[in-house]
T-cell receptor, first 120, second 115 residues
């Protein structure tokens, strides 16, 4: 398996522009997470999906942020309009759904390589 | 809410020596999981080791082992025979069993292995 695939790896944009980050989870993983990493706030959960349904979006900073998962193999995180304070590394992660033991693969998140966003 | 604290922002160790990274957490839960993730300069988050809280036996993965003290809410990572490739940021993370696999991360410890 190719792992969790994120694109783009790097994005530089100007304030006010729309940014779309993309994620393809591992096949068979039906929980998907979006995390943001900044120096000031560390790693924080933005939103997560189970079976393509958003379960908790309380970490989404404001209405400028939106996330979708139209099918089991694709998710997007969109920022519109972008601001300099949105500059961060955005990670997508996936895991099989369930509360089983680690041996089943459940509850072990596999992360993508991250998308580094710079908003000028 | 759960909190995870890593009190050592930076640490360094000589190649081939042993180093221990500290992590404490605060929770009222009795069933949970703990993890150490490694983030090298490539920024990829890589799982190092994991521990189920109901297991008293400390987890080990080759040169990596943990000292899990449930009563003290402590989960330290020991790296034996340190290698240059171990240079990375290390994150301790907590997952409540009923949280839907949500991870709460500590602030991270930057480990540098010196030749």
């Amino acid at each position: 398996d190719a792992g969790v695939i994120q694109s783009p790896r790097h994005e530089v944009t100007e304030m006010g522009q729309e940014v779309t980050l993309r994620c393809k989870p591992i096949s068979g993983h039906n929980s998907l997470f979006w995390y943001r990493q900044t120096m000031m706030r560390g790693l924080e959960l933005l939103i997560y999906f189970n079976n393509n349904v958003p379960i908790d979006d309380s970490g989404m900073p404001e209405d400028r942020f939106s996330a979708k998962m139209p099918n089991a193999s694709f998710s997007t995180l969109k920022i519109q309009p972008s601001e300099p304070r949105d500059s961060a590394v955005y990670f997508c992660a996936s895991t099989p759904l369930g509360q089983g033991l680690f041996s089943s693969g459940a509850n072990v998140l596999t992360f993508g390589a991250g998308s580094r966003l710079t908003v000028l | 809410a759960q909190t995870v604290t890593q009190s050592q922002p930076e640490m360094s160790v000589q190649e081939a020596e042993t180093v221990t990274l500290s992590c404490t957490y605060d929770t009222s839960e009795s069933n949970y999981y703990l993890f150490w993730y490694k983030q090298p300069p490539s920024r990829q988050m890589i799982l190092v080791i994991r521990q189920e809280a109901y297991k008293q036996q400390n987890a080990t993965e080759n040169r990596f082992s943990v000292n899990f003290q449930k009563a003290a809410k402590s989960f330290s990572l020991k790296i034996s025979d340190s290698q240059l490739g171990d240079t990375a940021m290390y994150f301790c993370a907590f997952m409540k069993q009923t949280s839907g696999s949500r991870l709460t991360f500590g602030e991270g410890t930057q480990l540098t292995v010196n030749p």
